[in-house]
Structures are given as structure tokens and as C-alpha cells.
């Protein structure tokens, strides 16, 4: 039976619900050493295990070596902006969370702890992510409302010596850039030409812009629009920017080099690639405003679980190529392609921190894994495992050649590391679901 759009959406809400009634939770903790017997304690316990915290005690950096700390993520959530729905605190967050350290663990065999945190403002925030630090070997911020999100993701990077990401940032970002990297490859256009519009200023549109300019892309040719329209230095509301969301107002005196104003449909006039994160109600993006962009046009409509526009309208009103974040159309632009690989990369090298040059980098091997793109195929999919040590392997190179690097190797060497560790680990998988 064919489904209609929103029909699929249903019957995968009512799916959802019942998986969570069965299984009550997504992930499992098991031990990784083997137990025997009782005496068996005494070395993975008490009284022998506190050799090692003497160890420990004296090099602090020896937990990498003697713990799962190298292979530890913390999701942080206050659980103010999940997905499209909002805030709905930090309980209504952890079926996400869940996901979310499923997708890491299944994909890039990372251990992934969600830590949905009941806290009252930044500077809780703050102080609970160093406080929980000691085990984790990076930190994975998920579903924080914009613009504090850009606050604590600085703060974070800049007081401490783990990689801290924030997906709906950075991984969202990157990719949208390997997307935009294959599309525009496809149509013969080039990135220094390219007018793009971001329509929606949140987490990850503003986070895009700053990627896209470290990837070569010229920023005057890029024009953002928010709720009020488009984003430039004459608004009236530019001053009020400047105080409440510098991040925004910063994107406002740096690109639209045409100084392009008011309405969205301005905007869209001649684009080439439009990106939206916006609302998600289909229809947000109107078929007269695709039908005013530039030849062989490209639309990328991210919001979830609706986009901005179905794909089958966009494509009756002359796009190109159309991507959407859902699996089940074509061209799913989703941050699952690329933050197993990235942590599981910063963690086998043990890194100090995360950049847009790495990020960069990540985009263009994800990019460079469809050999032959088409319209209907321009980023990998989750079912391709072998993305994730390529990225891995890419990401871990460049922590080395950026100076962040706890632990050197060769790109082929990490790539084995990689794979070894995801392929030990979905192994574990098959086992696990043959009983």
C-alpha cells in the first residue's frame, strides 16, 4: 500500500510509541570483561581495582589507558528545544537522548550516556558539564534552545581540553555542507558563485554560514532570513540584535553583500542553493518562490518531521534537487552521517577540542564517499558503515595536523583503528539480536 506524506508520518509516531511501551528504553549497559566467577571481583573490584586508582591518582592522564574513558560521550540536554517540538524539559527529552546515544554506539561504536539536566540558567549549565567531566572524553550537547546554545558551545570549547560539539550546530552544519558540496558539484556550478539562502537563523543555519565561509564559499553572496524577514544591517531591530542574539546580529553585518531587504521571496529571487531550517509546516516555503530561483535550482528543506515544502511540490516548481531531514524521501540531510564518525575520530586520537577546519574536512570526505552523485542521491545514508571510519580516520588526522591530538597516526592507521572498533562492536550486535 502507498502511503501519503503525512499518512507515513502517523503510522511512524504510532510505531515509535509502541517500541518504547516494549522494550521500556533504548540502550543497555554490559560488561566488557569477562566474569567467572566471585574471585573475579577482587581484581574488577575491591580490593585490586585500587592499584589502578593509584595509578590514576599520579597521571591523570592514564584514565585514557585504564578506563572507558576513551571511548565516553555525555549528551547534555536541558531539554529546552527538541527537535520540532520545543521545550519540553529534560524527562520529555530522554526518549531523543536515547536515540541519540543508540545511533552512537551502533554507528561509530562509541558509549554514549544521555544526561538530560535539570538546570536554571548558563552558568548551572556550565558548572554541571565540568563537574561530570572526569569519565567522558568529549561532550555532545543536543537540543538547546537558540541563542544560548551558541553561549555555552563557546564557553564549553573554551574551558576544556575534550572535543565539545554541538549537533544541532556542527553536525547539522557539516552535513548541509557535504550536501551542498555534491549538489553543486551535479548542476556545474561552483562555490565561489553560489547564492544561498539560509532561510531560518537558529542553531544550525547560523552555525552553516560560518561553516560554508571555512569551506571557501564567499559570504556576500549568502543572505539569511528569520522570522521577521531578511537579515541585514538597516533593520529595524538590528540594535536589539546586537544585545540578545550577537551571533545573529554578527551574520547581519557580514553577509548579503547586496544588501537584499524585507520579504523571504526577495531573497529567493536568482538563488541557487536555498538551506531552511525553519517551521516545520509544509508550505512555508511557497512554489512561487522556487519558481523564482536561479536554473537547476536546489533546495535543501530540513525542518522535522514536516519540511518546509514536499519534495514532489518543490520539484513541479523547477528545483533541481531537493533534500529533506527524513529517511524516507530522498537525499536525507541528517547529522546521524556525520557525528559517529566525527567522535569517533576526536576520540581515537584522543583530542583536545574540535574546529572548523576539522569539520571541514569531515564534510568533504562524507562529500567524497558518493563517487558518482545523482539528483536523488547526493549524501551517503546511515546503511553505508563503511562512512563511518573514512570519516573517522579523516577527522582523527586533522586533530593531529591542528596541533589538538593526544595520541598520533597515520590516516590509514586511524582508518583501522576505526573500523576495527565499529566492526568489534556491531559483531557484539549480531550476537546480541540472534538471541
Known sequence: MIMKDSERTEYFDRNAIEISKKYKGKILTLPKVPITGLEDFSSLYTPGIAAVSKKIEADKELAYELTGKWNSVAILTDGTRVLGIGNVGPEAAIPVMEGKALLFNYLGGVNAIPMPLVVKNNDEFIATAKAIQPYFGGYNLEDIQSPRCFFLLESLQKSMEIPVWHDDQLGTASIILAG????????????????????????????????FEAAGFRKENIIAIDSKGIIEPERADIDALMFK????????????????????????????LVVSASISIPGTIKNEWVESMNR??????????????????????????????????????????VFPGVFRGVLDARSKGVNFQIMVAASQAIADFVENPTEDHIVPSMEDFDLFPRVASVVARKCVESGLARKSDSTEGFYRTASDIITKNRNIYNKLFDM
Open 296 to 337: 537547476d535550482a536546489i533546495i535543501f528543506a530540513l525542518a522535522n518531521p514536516l519540511p518546509e515544502i514536499w519534495p514532489g511540490e518543490a520539484k513541479n516548481s523547477g528545483a533541481k534537487i531537493v533534500a529533506t531531514g527524513r529517511g524516507d524521501f530522498p537525499n536525507q540531510i541528517n547529522n546521524s552521517m
Open 245 to 272: 542574539n550577537p551571533w545573529k546580529y554578527k551574520i547581519a553585518l557580514e553577509t548579503n553583500g547586496e544588501r537584499v531587504q524585507g520579504e523571504p521571496a526577495n531573497a529567493f529571487k536568482g538563488a541557487d
Open 180 to 211: 551542498a558540496i555534491n549538489a553543486l558539484k551535479l548542476v556545474n556550478k561552483k562555490k565561489e558563485d553560489a547564492k544561498i539562502v539560509f532561510n531560518g537563523a537558529g542553531a544550525a543555519n547560523i552555525a552553516a554560514i560560518y561553516l
